[in-house]
């Protein structure tokens, strides 16, 4: 089980609401920015991605806005469902030649019937 | 495949044991990275590759960790007697080039130590 004190900020919804999850990112040099979902039991899996020449982006069901004032990136899920329950991580490449991704630390998203 | 192959999915040691996970990246993929996840919360990164070429060990711990890509066999990341502390689930992604591009993660493989 998981240790005394660690808990990860968790969001819940309603079944059919929109679903807002916010990450603060690191490196003001990082130019490539991707949100991941993790199923318990899974790895990450690539939702969307933004490039910091763009400030928004849309997938099916979800939207990236990128803010790089002030550092700022949200996920934004239409309609949520039942079936985007999971963790959500936001990463971003590390600015260098390097290529590997910080993570930021999750988000648990509930949705309620 | 079109998937990243983690091999096993679960491993126990003892403390102080050797323990060898696995990963077969997607075929023309030329980038390996291992990540560490602990507590099902922050990934810490560890190693990548360039093919079978050392790209980026920043994240190594130097004393214990080693890390392997040879060719035509899957990439191997090698714990030398094992600490309580490395009891974590260890993800491997592979890439086709890196930096701007999302990388495909493999399920991972849950170390217990004990």
């Known amino acids: 089980g998981e240790s005394v004190g660690l808990h990860l900020p968790t969001l819940s919804v309603q079944e059919g609401d929109n679903s807002i999850i916010n990450c603060a990112y690191s490196?003001?040099?990082?130019?490539?920015f991707i949100w991941y979902k993790q199923e318990s039991g899974k790895g990450p899996q690539f939702i969307i991605d933004?490039?910091?020449?763009?400030d928004k982006r849309q997938g099916q069901r979800v939207t990236v806005l990128l803010n790089k004032t002030v550092k700022h990136l949200s996920l934004q899920i239409a309609a949520t469902q039942p079936g985007d329950s999971a963790v959500y991580f936001c990463?971003?490449?590390?600015?260098?030649?390097?290529?590997?991704?910080?993570f930021g630390k999750g988000t648990k998203l509930s949705v309620k019937p | 495949g079109e998937e990243v192959a983690q091999t096993p999915k679960h491993l126990v040691r003892g403390e102080g044991q050797k323990a060898k996970l696995y990963c077969a990246p997607i075929?023309?993929?030329?980038?390996v990275f291992w990540y560490q996840q602990v507590l099902k919360n922050e990934f810490k990164f560890l190693i990548s590759?360039?093919?079978?070429?050392?790209?980026?060990e920043t994240g190594m711990p130097k004393e214990r960790f080693s890390a392997k890509c040879l060719p035509n066999s899957p990439c191997s990341l090698e714990i030398q007697a094992t600490k309580l502390e490395d009891s974590a689930v260890y993800f491997c992604?592979?890439?086709?080039?890196?930096?701007?591009?999302?990388?495909?993660f493999g399920s991972g493989t849950r170390l217990t130590v004990v």
């Open positions: 590759f360039q093919n079978e070429n050392v790209f980026d």
């Open positions: 992604a592979s890439s086709q080039s890196r930096g701007n591009y999302g990388y495909t």
């Open positions: 490196n003001s040099a990082s130019d490539y």
């Open positions: 075929k023309g993929h030329s980038y």
């Open positions: 990463a971003e490449n590390s600015g260098g030649s390097q290529g590997n991704l910080i």
């Open positions: 933004i490039r910091s020449n763009m």
